[in-house]
């Protein structure tokens, strides 16, 4: 079966992508994932990219080749790629229509004692939680992003989101493909971005947590710079 979503997030994942989207089908709005057979469920770039090897970017309108359902973990959204089949785009959504599709969940998947790794904030989610959880995906409107690279204990360079959702303060990792690249490379420090759209995505879970992460990153500021003459 083929099904059009909304391209909402293409993150890096050990070298190859996430990719996660809405499908939009009789006025609801539903979130799916592709997948592939992996042990980590990444994507490839032939598994990806359009014809000509161009890949997908945030707020395309996506025709995905699409196997069956495979929900996983606290991953409901999880559906496994038909094989062989390539994508292609169909279209292009834009600020007013995440303002459409804009979530406001009273916190992102709970908070607690204990819920914050080192360095992060509200970043995890015990895994007993998974039968409680029927979500792992999420898009939420900031008024502010701060962006931070810091090294782990590895000394390995992790890009850092922080921002405040309806009240409560988050500190996540950030794999949008875009961003983290690029804030890597100048080894941001202290940048704040204004009003946007994040894609936050929570992992299959690691040990005893599941992760929360900021998968994308939709700027409004790129918009209106757009729309001047």
């Known amino acids: ?52 090897g161009v890949e997908p970017q945030v707020l395309d309108v996506i025709s995905v080749p699409l196997d069956s359902s495979r929900p996983m973990g606290f991953q409901w959204e999880n559906w496994r790629i038909a094989p062989s089949a390539r994508w292609q785009k169909v279209g ?48 939420i409107r900031v008024d502010h992003l701060k962006l931070d690279v810091e090294l782990d204990r590895d000394g390995k360079k992790r890009l850092w989101g922080k921002f405040n959702h309806n009240g409560l303060t988050y500190r996540l990792h950030v794999k949008d493909a875009m961003y983290e690249s690029k804030c890597l490379a100048q080894n941001v420090r202290n940048h704040v971005l204004g009003d946007c759209f994040l894609t936050v995505s929570l992992t299959l879970g690691f040990k005893e947590y599941a992760y929360k992460l900021v998968a994308a990153i939709v700027e409004r500021t790129k918009f209106e710079s757009a729309s001047r003459p």
């Open 1 to 52: 079966m083929t099904k059009e979503l909304i391209c909402m997030a293409n993150s890096h994942m050990r070298g190859r992508r996430c990719v996660a989207g809405i499908q939009i089908r009789y006025g609801y709005a539903n979130w799916i994932r592709p997948i592939s057979e992996r042990a980590d469920h990444a994507l490839s770039a032939s598994q990806r990219q359009y014809p000509g």
């Open 92 to 139: 292009r959504v834009g600020w007013d229509k995440l303002r459409e599709l804009e979530q406001r969940p009273s916190t992102l998947w709970g908070q607690s004692y204990g819920d914050s790794s080192v360095g992060g904030v509200n970043n995890r989610v015990p895994v007993r939680r998974r039968h409680i959880l029927r979500d792992s995906l999420k898009l």
